[in-house]
C-alpha cells in the first residue's frame, strides 16, 4: 500500500501562486507514475499534470504554461507549482500514483489517491 498527504492548498487572488505538495510513504517503490488531479464541484475529476519516474512530464492544455509539476524522489514528495492562477483552476486538487508508467491523465488508471487539499482562486 501507498499512502499520499497533500498540503498547501489555500485561497489566492487572481494572478497568485500557491505550491502543493504530496507526500508519499509505504510501498513507493511500487508506484511508477504521478500525477495531480482536480475536481470542482459538480464537475468531473479532470488530470491536471503527470511525471514519472525519470523526471518526463504531462499536463493538461488548461494549465500548459502556467503549473510546473516536479518531484524529490530521495524525499517521496511530489510538487506543482502553480502561477497565475485563474477563479476557474479552484478545485479540490488529490495527488494520485499508480503502477504502471505510462503517461495518462485519466483519473481511471490510478491506483492510490490522497485526500485532497482545496484551492480558491478569487477575481
Known amino acids: 500500500q501507498v499512502q499520499l498527504v497533500e498540503a498547501g492548498g489555500g485561497s489566492v487572488q487572481s494572478g497568485g501562486s500557491l505550491r502543493l505538495s504530496c507526500a508519499a510513504s509505504?510501498?513507493?517503490?511500487?508506484?511508477?507514475?504521478m500525477g495531480w488531479f482536480r475536481q470542482a464541484p459538480g464537475k468531473e475529476r479532470e488530470g491536471v499534470a503527470g511525471?514519472?519516474?525519470?523526471?518526463?512530464?504531462t499536463y493538461a492544455d488548461s494549465v500548459k504554461g502556467r503549473f510546473t509539476i516536479s518531484q524529490d524522489n530521495a524525499k517521496n514528495t511530489l510538487y506543482l507549482q502553480m502561477n497565475n492562477l485563474k477563479p476557474e483552476d479552484t478545485a479540490m486538487y488529490y495527488c494520485a500514483a499508480k503502477r504502471d508508467p505510462y503517461a495518462w491523465l485519466s483519473a481511471r488508471w490510478y491506483n492510490y489517491w490522497g485526500q485532497g487539499t482545496q484551492v480558491t482562486v478569487s477575481s
Open positions: 511525471i514519472d519516474r525519470d523526471g518526463r512530464t
Open positions: 509505504g510501498y513507493t517503490s511500487s508506484t511508477k507514475y
